[in-house]
């Protein structure tokens, strides 16, 4: 007892000094970092020899190397307009001033822009880590590099403005509502225009709204089979092409709103984004004191079939798809599940909802298989085909796999019903428990859920519906024991050329 005692007084000693040695090391990094750019200022004043004060301070002192590095001497100087790489800040750093970020403020103007460019002219005032773009960001990155990009191009935002008026919403204000996309995002380059044109700061929007018409197969039977009717407004012909808004919408993630709609603290959050995407983002630990990051996933796209207005009206119906996107069937047409099916379906009644006078929404949400990607979908794929997958072990391959059956968390999703001025849902076409559940949570109810027809359900997709009912999907049909269910099952490889097989049988020994 007594040595256990010690061996804790020991061990808090320690971690004390670790700490203390964190603050000294942050505030010494910070120092050297201010002395550079005093030093720097006196060169580029004349007032020193450029050049030998800065390499000696920078080579005297190791410390250097974790903020700062030298570009090789044939790297162009022109991308950042000096040869130093920043490689993080510090709070209190010289020169640091992030402008200001009052999340949640309902005066777009109090609450300030989302600013996360790091060139030269903005990086000091940023306020947000990561970039604009999500996963295209890298192509930015890549277009910079092969000089197929000026880094100095501004955008010119002359007629880009949206064509039609969405909120501003209570919602917008509720900093605990929006944690995942900015509800200014749309009107940045106009409520910022001072700033971006006197100020010279580098602001962007990261949301998108056009409108369009849409024209699938499957509408042109909707309306020969006399399901859909054409309206000319909505429907507008015989082909069954629609008219619709589209809202295109980056991710903007509140790191503290974030980790609290996961249960978990903004350290352990920012932790496993830095770590977990290969030390990308210093900053998501070296500056506590910026509180956004744009994260480099894909978005999300809103289409909305009717006047947009009747999205947010509490008195006309709401007809509501989310899909997460499902490429090899929403595209291709695959028929191994029932995405695109319900999709169209969702579509159609969407439209349905519009030309009875209320509104007809579709989120398509870039979460690709479960948000695990194709590469790992396709591994599943593999493996229930190899086995001949029955129904009652449908998820246990992907777990098998990923290690989670879903990584979609659907968490942050209802986000996007809070943009768009949604109070409650009439009919929600979609079977997902856990899309259900987190949008009640979020203290929107659903009246209505309408689970995708028998008939619209490809024979291959029967196992993959069935397993999902089983496990908690919304259906108004039979839910499945176990034992029925075991007699689902998928089809296995004999319609595939056999040769692939013998990869198989030296793959698996
Ligand atoms: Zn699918």
């Known amino acids: 007892m007594t040595s256990s005692t010690?061996?804790?007084?020991?061990?808090?000693?320690?971690?004390?000094?670790?700490?203390?040695?964190?603050?000294?090391?942050?505030?010494?990094?910070?120092?050297?970092?201010?002395?550079?750019?005093?030093?720097?200022?006196?060169?580029?004043?004349?007032?020193?020899?450029?050049?030998?004060?800065?390499?000696?301070?920078?080579?005297?002192?190791?410390e250097m190397a974790p903020i700062t590095a030298k570009l090789g001497a044939d790297t162009p100087r022109k991308a950042s307009g000096t040869s130093r790489i920043i490689l993080t800040t510090y709070p209190g750093q010289s020169g640091i001033s992030p402008i200001v970020m009052d999340w949640g403020n309902p005066d777009p103007l109090k609450r300030?822009?989302?600013?996360?460019?790091?060139?030269?002219?903005?990086?000091?005032?940023?306020?947000?880590?990561?970039?604009?773009?999500?996963?295209?960001?890298?192509?930015?990155?890549?277009?910079?590099?092969?000089?197929?990009?000026?880094?100095?191009?501004r955008p010119d935002f002359t007629n880009t403005e949206p064509p039609v008026n969405l909120g501003p919403f209570p919602q917008w204000s509720d900093p605990k509502k929006i944690v995942s996309m900015d509800p200014w995002g749309h009107r940045a380059p106009w409520d910022f225009h001072d700033m971006i044109k006197k100020g010279g700061v580098d602001i962007r929007p990261t949301i998108a709204v056009t409108r369009a018409h849409m024209k699938?197969?499957?509408?042109?039977?909707?309306?020969?089979?006399?399901?859909?009717?054409?309206?000319?407004?909505i429907c507008l012909n015989e082909s069954g092409e629609l008219a619709v808004t589209k809202v295109a919408v980056e991710p903007v993630w509140?790191?503290?709103?974030?980790?609290?709609?996961?249960?978990i603290d903004e350290g352990t959050l920012r932790r496993s984004l830095f770590e977990n995407t290969g030390g990308s983002y210093p900053e998501l630990i070296t500056r506590g004191?910026?509180?956004?990051?744009?994260?480099?996933?894909?978005?999300?796209?809103?289409?909305?079939?009717?006047?947009?207005?009747?999205?947010?009206?509490?008195?006309v119906k709401l007809?509501?798809?989310?899909?997460?996107?499902?490429?090899?069937?929403?595209?291709?047409?695959?028929?191994?599940?029932?995405?695109?099916?319900?999709?169209?379906?969702g579509i159609e009644e969407a439209v349905k909802e519009a030309q009875r006078g209320g509104s007809g929404v579709v989120i398509y949400f870039r979460k690709e298989g479960r948000a695990l990607g194709e590469v790992t979908k396709y591994l599943v794929y593999n493996a229930r085909k190899y086995c001949r997958l029955w129904a009652s072990e449908y998820f246990k391959r992907t777990e098998n796999i990923a290690g989670?059956?879903?990584?979609?968390?659907?968490?942050?999703?209802?986000d996007i019903l809070h943009w768009l001025g949604i109070t409650k849902i009439d009919r929600m076409l979609s079977m997902s428990n856990m899309k259900h559940d987190a949008i009640v949570e979020q203290g929107i109810p659903i009246h209505e859920r309408v689970p995708i027809p028998d008939e619209l359900i490809p024979e291959d997709g029967r196992v993959e519906i069935d397993a999902k009912i089983h496990a908690?999907?919304?259906?108004?049909?039979?839910?499945?024991?176990?034992?029925?269910?075991?007699?689902?099952?998928?089809?296995?490889?004999?319609?595939?050329?056999v040769s692939v097989l013998s990869f198989s049988m030296i793959s698996t020994g």
């Open 6 to 62: 010690s061996s804790d007084g020991t061990l808090n000693k320690i971690l004390q000094s670790l700490q203390k040695f964190q603050v000294d090391h942050s505030q010494f990094a910070s120092s050297i970092e201010t002395m550079k750019e005093w030093v720097e200022l006196l060169a580029s004043q004349g007032n020193l020899p450029n050049g030998p004060q800065e390499a000696s301070l920078a080579s005297e002192n190791a």
């Open 112 to 153: 300030g822009p989302v600013v996360v460019s790091r060139h030269p002219d903005t990086v000091k005032r940023r306020n947000a880590i990561g970039a604009h773009g999500g996963s295209y960001s890298i192509y930015y990155a890549l277009a910079v590099a092969s000089k197929n990009l000026d880094v100095d191009h």
């Open 216 to 233: 699938l197969p499957e509408l042109k039977q909707s309306v020969e089979s006399g399901r859909l009717k054409v309206d000319g407004k």
């Open 254 to 263: 509140y790191l503290p709103g974030v980790a609290e709609r996961f249960g």
């Open 289 to 315: 004191d910026i509180k956004l990051f744009l994260p480099p996933i894909g978005g999300l796209t809103v289409y909305c079939f009717g006047d947009p207005a009747k999205m947010s009206d509490p008195n």
């Open 319 to 345: 007809a509501l798809r989310v899909h997460d996107e499902c490429n090899g069937s929403d595209v291709f047409g695959s028929d191994i599940c029932t995405c695109r099916p319900y999709l169209i379906f």
């Open 404 to 414: 989670v059956k879903d990584m979609r968390f659907q968490a942050l999703m209802p």
């Open 472 to 497: 908690g999907y919304f259906t108004t049909g039979k839910i499945m024991t176990m034992e029925e269910l075991n007699k689902v099952q998928g089809r296995a490889w004999e319609d595939v050329d």
